[in-house]
């Protein structure tokens, strides 16, 4: 999927917008782009599966190995996979945060 941040009156937002009607698996590939376009990690969401306890789970892969390496977070369940990802944003956002600091800007 592919977002964009929009700068208006107000200040800016996503487009798409987030769309309550989408299923579980189409929220988690929206907040994916939007986590991989505002930090600029190149994030692959992988199809959702079903774990041991029949509950709908999901994946991602991080980074690119010709590029340093990647992490593969196992499937986990859509709350928690949204958080994990919302978590990893906070923590790239204040590293990018940090190397504008450290590079005087």
Known sequence: MNVTRVQDDTGTH???ALDSTW???RKFEWHAAVVAHDTGLTIRVH???TDRL???VHGI???EINKGGQTTIPALPFYDA???L???SIGA???LALQQHAEGG
């Open 86 to 88: 919302s978590a990893v």
């Open 61 to 63: 892969t991080i980074g």
């Open 23 to 25: 299923s579980e698996a």
């Open 14 to 16: 996503i487009e798409p």
């Open 93 to 95: 956002m204040a590293l």
């Open 54 to 56: 029949g509950r709908v």
């Open 47 to 49: 199809p959702p599966g």
């Open 82 to 84: 949204w958080e994990f």
